[in-house]
Every structure is written in structure tokens, then in C-alpha cells.
């Protein structure tokens, strides 16, 4: 994997961004979730980047990318703009879309956005990491007390003050309990780590992460209360019409498997790969078995950098 450069984008943010592979290999833009950075992808890469251009930015807000502070900077809209800007900026018209947790759900987005478009897509396919439906991941915020009750987190993540609370436990303890319902810390490499808490500790850095839930329109409703199910989520959901891979990790704390219910009806060509004894962070904790699955999924995407298949 490449150090990072800095790319100016078009939608007014500078973002840091990794590179791997061959310069004219077909394009894949791996977009990671919260709280991680470009290094979600750092043992992922060596196993892909033989046969792929691997593009792995640090989303607006994480990592060394640009923190603007207001809320309103991370609406859904803004970071589909920012996936379509970064490809435009590394020369790639159509490529394969690649997304875990936040990353995950912007990848959604942008390919639901595009299914409706009366012009031809530019994600050639789309490959989902633990990342749940936007739908399905709202109904179940209702309709299913384990997911609500997992899920709780999110409404911490929004209460105002938040960062000073993260400030005053210490950064480190923030990253031990992060990471440590969901893995053994033992495991995380202590580079891993530090890299992790100096990032968080950067001017900002905890308010940018925040505010991508705080952006968010999901309802978190508190446990036992009966809230109605959004307008929004009434409405039919566009039909991913590309090819869809979901590789999920069936130990997942945080997305439950409710999250799978139905999942094979939001496309026209599903496949899912659950992955046993794998929990929410599967790229690092099983790129082997993320590869495995990965691979033949983008081998059979043909595409060029700067061209249409």
C-alpha cells in the first residue's frame, strides 16, 4: 500500500488517500467505517493488489483527510459527491465500490442514487461489508428490540458534548472500548493503535467522526418506546440493478442478523457470503477470507481505468 497523497477534491475538502496496484489495472474504491481510516484496507490490500487499482481514501472527517466542523457537512448527499469527485480526480470514469460499516452505508447510497438515474451507472458493482440496507438496518431500529437495543450507541454518539466525554475518559480508553466488544485487543497491532489514537487526537477529529451520526436521518428510538416507521422507508426501495456481493461477518455485535432478513431481495443479482466466527471488523480480521470472496467478484467486473466496459 502507497503512503498517502493528498487530493483536492471538487466538493471544496482535501482528502488523503492510499493507493495499491497497477495504474491501469481495473479500479476498485474501498470506502471504510467509523472509526477507522485508509488502514482498515492494510491487510486486504497485499492479498488484491496484484490484480486491481486499489483506491482507499480516509473519508472526510477521519484519518489525515479535512474535518469541517458542521454538522451539515456530512449529509448523505455530500459524501456520495465526495465518492463521485474522488474518482473523477484519480481519472476513473467506472469502477467497483467497495464498503464496510459507514463506508458501507455511503456505498449504498451512491448505488441506490445511481439506480434511479436515467444515465448508465459508474459503480460497476458493489461489494457490501457489514453494512446493513438502509431500509432494512431502519425497519429493524423499530420493529426489533435486539437491533435497538445494540444500537443505542448511536444516539450516544450524538448527544452534544460528546467529545469532551471521550476527552475526559482518555482517547486510549475510547479506543479499547471501540474496538474490545468486538475483539479481542490483544490481537490490534500496538502500531494499529497508536496510529489510531493520533488520529482521534487531532484538532476536530472527534467532533468530524461524531457528526457523521449526527447527519444521519436514522431513528434510534429509546428501548420499549413505539415509534412509527419513517416516510421514507414506506416508500419502495430502488433495486440495485448491479451486481451485489455482501460478505458478512456472522459475529457482528452492532448489526445482528436481522440485517440479512430479506437482503437477497434488494437486487437483481445478490450474492452473500457469511463469514462464521468473524465479527463487525472482517477486513482485518479475516482479509483472507474477505479476499477469498472479493476476488472473483471483481475479477468478473470489466472495467478500465478512464473507460466504459
Request: charged share 20%.
Amino acid at each position: 500500500m502507497s503512503g498517502l497523497r493528498r487530493i483536492a477534491l471538487s466538493t471544496g475538502i482535501t482528502m488523503a488517500v492510499a493507493e495499491a496496484g497497477p495504474a491501469d489495472a481495473p479500479p476498485v474504491i474501498l470506502l471504510h467505517g467509523f472509526p477507522e481510516s485508509h488502514r482498515t484496507w492494510a491487510k486486504l490490500a497485499p492479498l488484491l493488489g496484484d490484480r486491481f487499482r486499489l483506491i482507499m481514501p480516509d473519508l472526510r472527517g477521519f484519518g489525515q483527510s479535512d474535518r469541517p466542523q458542521d454538522v451539515e457537512a456530512y449529509a448523505t448527499d455530500t459524501l456520495i459527491a465526495d465518492l463521485f469527485a474522488l474518482a473523477d480526480a484519480c481519472g476513473v470514469d467506472r469502477f467497483v465500490l467497495v464498503g464496510h460499516d459507514w463506508g458501507g452505508a455511503i456505498a449504498w447510497a451512491a448505488a441506490l442514487r445511481e439506480a434511479g438515474a436515467k444515465t448508465g451507472p459508474r459503480v460497476e458493482r458493489l461489494a457490501i461489508i457489514n453494512s446493513p440496507h438502509p431500509w432494512i438496518f431502519q425497519k429493524s431500529l423499530i420493529e426489533d428490540a435486539g437491533q435497538r437495543a445494540a444500537s443505542q450507541y448511536i444516539t450516544a454518539f450524538r448527544t452534544p458534548g460528546m467529545e469532551a466525554a471521550v476527552e475526559a475518559m482518555g482517547i486510549d480508553r475510547f479506543f479499547d472500548k471501540s474496538f474490545g466488544a468486538h475483539v479481542d485487543l490483544a490481537t490490534i497491532d500496538p502500531a494499529e493503535r497508536a496510529a489510531s489514537i493520533a488520529d482521534w487526537s487531532r484538532p476536530g477529529a472527534l467532533t468530524a467522526m461524531f457528526n457523521w451520526y449526527r447527519a444521519s436521518h436514522l431513528v434510534v428510538p429509546p428501548p420499549v418506546v413505539t415509534v412509527p416507521v419513517p416516510d421514507w422507508v414506506l416508500r419502495l426501495a430502488p433495486r440495485i440493478n448491479v451486481p451485489l456481493r455482501i460478505i458478512w461477518g456472522l459475529d457482528d455485535k452492532a448489526l445482528l442478523p436481522v440485517q440479512l432478513e430479506k437482503i437477497g431481495e434488494v437486487g437483481d443479482d445478490v450474492e452473500i457470503f457469511p463469514l462464521k466466527g468473524v465479527g463487525h471488523f472482517a477486513p482485518w480480521q479475516a482479509p483472507q477470507a474477505v479476499a477469498d470472496a472479493l476476488a472473483p467478484f471483481l475479477e468478473a467486473a470489466q472495467v478500465a481505468t478512464g473507460a466504459p466496459s
